[in-house]
């Protein structure tokens, strides 16, 4: 669990800036803006910036909500919705770390919305399609933009688009068959951006606030989340299971990876190294050698979970 030290970090306005840019090219918005809505209307705003803030979320929030869409689209507004009301409660509830509670709050909206889909008479199958038609039709839009292009050869404009069809059709298959997780983590990285600036707007915040990104951590069970998936991905008389484990086994290692990252972090403040150009230098590294980085942030995450290397590298050693 985050220790109970953790504070908001009042500063960092241009990180949290780029953040929710980079959350808006991959996500609906409104999954950050309908949780911070729900916030703010509990905290019983007076200021300006509470009240203007608080009502153009509550208001775009709503505006999403009740925009018309297939299957997959109404899915995930309800998912937001039922995020965004456990949420709030466990926050007003329970002395949770922000990590605990968006983690009880997006597992018990995604068994929400399984029950919501029974309710309506639909099933995994038909979600599934849904998914995959929606993708599907964009990349059909991508392929034909690029067949436009005109060219000839497998060099050319028309080579590229012939080749990419084969890629796109194999991306619109993993859309569909991840788009739990891809959910999942969506609504994680909205509760997250949401509290950022909850933390920030609000003058008598309720629950406790997050910390810094360099101490992020979360409960040792939810390495269960991780041995399990895999146990059944492997078991070959599983198989039926194998699709539901990769999606919770994805969503496991995509926070154990952040875990690694902030352990990375953290031990780069330590000993004094930071700065614009290092960042960006680590950027360029991190985007090359994209699957590298991320499998070390696993590993990295995963030892930490065992070794907590930030508590062991703030303990002072006795004797020197």
Same mark, same amino acid.
């Given at each position: 669990m985050v220790p109970a030290s953790e504070g908001t970090r009042q500063g960092g306005v241009w990180r949290l800036t780029v953040a929710a840019l980079l959350f808006a090219t991959l996500a609906p918005v409104a999954s950050a803006a309908v949780p911070l809505a729900g916030l703010l209307?509990?905290?019983?705003?007076?200021?300006?910036?509470?009240? =203007?803030? $608080?009502?153009?979320?509550?208001g775009f929030g709503m505006w999403w909500l009740l925009q018309p869409g297939q299957l997959p689209?109404?899915?995930?507004?309800? +998912? =937001?919705?039922?995020? !965004?009301?456990?949420?709030?409660?466990? !926050? *007003?509830?329970?002395?949770?770390?922000?990590?605990?509670? +968006?983690l009880i709050a997006v597992i018990g909206a995604l068994a929400g919305v399984a029950a919501l889909l029974a309710v309506l008479g639909s099933s995994w199958g038909e979600l599934r399609w849904w998914v995959e038609h929606q993708? /599907?039709?964009?990349?059909?839009?991508? #392929?034909?933009? %690029?067949?436009?292009?005109? $060219?000839? /050869?497998?060099?050319?404009?028309?080579?590229?688009?012939?080749?990419?069809?084969?890629?796109?059709?194999?991306?619109?298959?993993?859309?569909?068959?991840?788009?739990?997780?891809?959910t999942a983590l969506q609504l994680l990285v909205g509760l997250a951006l949401a509290a950022a600036v909850y933390y920030r707007v609000a003058r008598n915040p309720v629950g406790r606030p997050p910390a810094t990104f360099r101490l992020f951590r979360f409960t040792e069970h939810l390495g269960w989340a991780a041995v399990v998936p895999l146990a059944l991905? %492997?078991?070959? @008389?599983? +198989?039926? *299971? @194998?699709?539901?484990?990769?999606?919770?086994?994805? =969503?496991? +290692?995509? %926070?154990?990876?952040?875990?690694?990252?902030?352990?990375? !972090?953290?031990?780069?403040?330590?000993?004094?190294? /930071? $700065?614009?150009?290092?960042?960006?230098?680590?950027?360029?590294?991190? #985007? %090359?050698?994209?699957?590298?980085?991320?499998? /070390?942030? #696993? =590993?990295?995450g995963v030892l930490d979970a065992g070794v907590d290397f930030r508590r062991r590298w703030m303990t002072p050693r006795v004797g020197r």
């Open positions: 209307v509990v905290s019983r705003p007076r200021r300006t910036a509470e009240l =203007v803030v $608080g009502a153009v979320s509550a689209e109404q899915l995930l507004r309800a +998912a =937001v919705l039922f995020t !965004t009301i456990i949420f709030v409660i466990v !926050t *007003l509830r329970a002395p949770l770390a922000l990590t605990s509670r +968006a993708a /599907g039709l964009e990349a059909r839009v991508m #392929i034909a933009w %690029l067949g436009l292009l005109g $060219g000839a /050869g497998p060099n050319g404009p028309s080579g590229i688009a012939d080749q990419m069809a084969d890629w796109f059709a194999a991306s619109v298959a993993m859309t569909a068959d991840y788009f739990p997780a891809v991905v %492997l078991i070959p @008389k599983l +198989a039926a *299971l @194998k699709l539901t484990a990769m999606n919770v086994l994805i =969503v496991a +290692a995509a %926070l154990y990876a952040l875990r690694g990252v902030a352990v990375a !972090t953290f031990g780069l403040a330590t000993v004094g190294a /930071g $700065g614009f150009l290092l960042w960006a230098l680590l950027t360029v590294v991190f #985007i %090359l050698i994209l699957p590298v980085v991320v499998g /070390g942030a #696993i =590993v990295l």
